[in-house]
């Protein structure tokens, strides 16, 4: 096993200026969604740039054009930069993004957002301290601790840090496939760390991603608004069409009704069923994170594999009927409803959409309504499973249990993270999800934060993570 | 029967100078919804008051005090006046407005919204011209031409005139109970010219209209809104519970389906049915003004009759979900749905409302849900019904023979007039609605117009109606 004394201990000396180096990327109010903060994320990004030079990292920043649909603005560079390129080395490829999402103090925060404050409990609050901007320099404090000791990185360090993942990592997928063979070419893992523990206290590795294909069902009828006290009664109203057909997709135990959806789903093996019930998580979590009792299932298994590697269907809304507060005696001429299913393996997205448009169209069939249904895709993003068992993932448990003194929880997520799936399937490499932020952290809410402890043995763990994963035998 | 030859003819004689009285209503722009035209309403009452002294009426103009929750604005009076005091004459009682709808020009007027624009066919457009304008001048035409004439007015005319209709009528129901037995004390019969034609052609006296009962159903779960991709499939959804509440309304057919309303509705008689046949209406009329094919029943009476004598029930929409265009994946934390009943006689409120309640109570309780329902009723209004045989009506249908060489239709209304009723009940007298409009007057819309036949033969038939119910022999 590696010895990694002397790099925990200069990580505990550095931890100040460590701290400090996350308080000036937190004063730079690098907000990719606001026009007007775009000199920011560009300040932001030359701050990652000259920080990894100034470490003796190579560094690129490279351009991706106008932003689409906004061509006055020029899109961020990705930051890319290689540390070590030694051929006796593996090449450990990381990602993260140093743009953040929009903040203001008057939404609620309980300190300035774009100023790192301290409590007494060690909670670093600040806009991006956790997503992710305390990550991405967990990898610049790795670099700075091992030359501060005077210790060799145990790998090729590459980095891929992006600045515009908080408005839909707009030309970034293009990037990563055209560097996949040239920059990235000689990557033997992928690691993202971007997301959550599932609690506070103990870390996780995460496998697994939902997909998402989400839906749109238009019913239309007369030419224009009607007044129901003229028209009720007499005439097809598009809204009780919609409401009718929507309420054939789920029921209001989450059991998704249209039929064939749920035989697509991978089933359950015993060997999968066994990594539940020992993840750190229960019930009352996920009634805190609820705040309510309105739980489906009764164990903490049922609720996580309903989460993870089951679909679900969710009806958003609809667009074109009354939705002000009041009163309004309105028939909409022409309603859409929206909902969308979050999809997990074997779920392929022609064959989900084949089985909602026809069950659709059946059942609208079935009301005998002279109203005009359409349904289509609006967009899908594909799920993502990894194996637990790659050596990506046996060095970095490796790396946690060292650091923290405790095997990690093996995770999925819900929601999606689309990156995960361009990496994989560009570089044909393992991905390995990282996560060093804890559950409470609220990214994209107000009074987001990191605490210092998952900064600081957080970046223990990603350095702990490169010298486990430089000599972890390759299974696979 | 009366002679109204020397009646016409004056009005004949005197339509351009009725014209240019309506001119000069439409161009005071007296829009009652906005707080910056109040000035204008007030103006347009007193153009009004001032109008009906020159004709030697008694006037007043009655204060009804600040406008509950705008109280930096005073309400526009009712102007109320008196023509005529032959203790030997019936005395006629009419009510109309002179506030109008908002209209701007960008709105996609084809003329100035407040500058009457006669074209070559004799259409005259302008805000308010068929929507209230023209009908409340109609009776001072009819004064104004008996004076020119040197005919006596046949009964004793109480004008009530409001400016607030097209804002909820404020303040005006307490002013009719409590004038009911001291300016309009001797009133025999009341008369509204406020609706339209049925279609273009042939005249109508309206005899019927349908109640409104607004309901809310809100259901409420998570204490703040979910991402679908975190929490879907692992906790109830509120939307879900909603639209399969709503979709137990009422199905495509506009077949109200909450057990024992239609038990409430009067029972179609022989007599009442042999009324629709002969009036002038058409599938083609109900596609014109739906602008689509899209109406439910197959014949002109089953649709009248779905229209008038029968309830519906509309969904209007969804306050809470997601409503704009685009995609999101919220799972809303609380939605509410809305939706109507328009009632008919026998439906008593209390009774409607609380099979509603039970039912809806009862559907969600199959749910099995945990989430939270609560159904309410916004507000009610009642359905009225008068006796299209009451001398009130056989006098105004003699009118229109005379005038238009036509008997009228005997319609009802799917909406609410709710001053009607009030009238009804506050004076315990016949209340009749003789409209001057044609069912293509877009009152409401764009392009507001009044066809100058409609005004002119318009204004002797309120005339001649005056005539008629003067000696109509009191059979109710
Ligand atoms: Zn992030
Ligand atoms: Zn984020
Ligand atoms: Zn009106
Ligand atoms: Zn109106």
Redesign the interface.
Request: hydrophobic share 30%; net charge neutral; glycine share 12%.
């Given at each position: 096993a590696p010895q990694l004394e002397p790099f925990f201990k200069q990580v505990d000396q550095l931890s100040d200026s460590f701290i400090d180096r996350l308080r000036k990327a937190v004063a730079i109010p690098s907000v990719s969604a606001q026009d007007e903060s775009r000199p920011d994320v560009f300040r932001m990004g030359q701050f990652l740039a000259s920080e990894l030079e100034a470490l003796g990292a190579h560094v690129e920043q490279r351009p991706l054009g106008k932003q689409p649909g906004k061509e006055h603005l020029e899109l961020p560079p990705v930051i890319v930069a290689r540390y070590g390129n030694d051929p006796a080395k593996r090449t450990i490829l990381v990602y993260g993004h140093y743009d953040v999402q929009p903040a203001l103090k008057e939404d609620g925060w309980a300190t300035e957002p774009f100023e790192l404050t301290i409590d007494d409990k060690g909670r670093m609050y600040g806009r991006g301290s956790t997503d992710d901007k305390g990550p991405v320099l967990g990898w610049l404090n790795v670099i700075e601790a091992h030359k501060k000791a005077g210790l060799e990185l145990p790998v090729n360090l590459l980095c891929c840090f992006e600045g515009m993942e908080e408005y839909g990592s707009e030309g970034l997928d293009d990037f990563i496939q055209a560097e996949a063979q040239k920059f990235f070419k000689d990557a033997d893992a992928v690691c993202i760390s971007d997301n959550y523990w599932l609690g506070t206290e103990k870390p996780c590795l995460t496998y697994g991603l939902?997909g998402?294909n989400?839906y749109s069902i238009s019913v239309s009828?007369?030419?224009?608004d009607?007044?129901?006290?003229?028209?009720?009664?007499?005439?097809?109203?598009p809204?009780?069409?919609l409401?009718?057909v929507?309420?054939k997709l789920?029921?209001?135990?989450?059991n998704i009704l249209i039929p064939g959806i749920m035989d697509l789903v991978e089933p359950l093996t015993e060997e999968e069923k066994s990594l539940y019930p020992g993840i750190s998580y229960s019930m009352d979590n996920?009634h805190e994170?609820?705040?309510?009792?309105?739980?489906?299932?009764a164990t903490k298994e049922r609720?996580l594999m309903?989460?993870w590697r089951?679909?679900?269907?969710?009806?958003?809304?609809?667009?074109g009927?009354?939705?002000?507060?009041g009163?309004?005696?309105?028939?909409?001429a022409k309603v859409i409803g929206?909902f969308?299913i979050?999809t997990v393996p074997n779920m392929e997205s022609p064959d989900v959409n084949k089985l909602v448009f026809d069950y659709i169209k059946a059942e609208f069939a079935k009301?005998?309504?002279?109203?005009t249904l359409d349904v289509w895709l609006?967009?899908d993003g594909k799920w993502w499973v990894a194996s637990p068992k790659h050596w990506n993932f046996s060095a970095a448990s490796k790396a946690v249990t060292q650091v923290f003194g405790v095997e990690p929880d093996m995770t999925r997520?819900?929601?999606?993270i689309p990156v995960t799936l361009t990496f994989e399937q560009a570089t044909g490499k393992n991905v390995l999800l990282l996560p060093m932020g804890s559950s409470t952290d609220a990214a994209h809410s107000i009074n987001e934060k990191l605490d210092k402890r998952n900064y600081i043995e957080g970046t223990k763990l990603l350095g702990a993570y490169l010298h486990y994963v430089a000599e972890e035998p390759m299974n696979a």
């Open positions: 939902r998402c989400y009828g007369p030419a224009q009607l007044h129901s006290g003229v028209f009720g009664g007499s005439a097809h109203e809204m009780t069409d409401v009718t929507l309420s789920v029921d209001s135990q989450g996920l994170s609820l705040g309510s009792e309105t739980g489906i299932h609720t309903a989460r089951y679909p679900s269907l969710s009806i958003h809304g609809i667009e009927a009354f939705s002000a507060p009163a309004k005696t309105v028939i909409p929206k969308s979050r009301l005998n309504s002279k109203n609006q967009h997520e819900g929601g999606s």
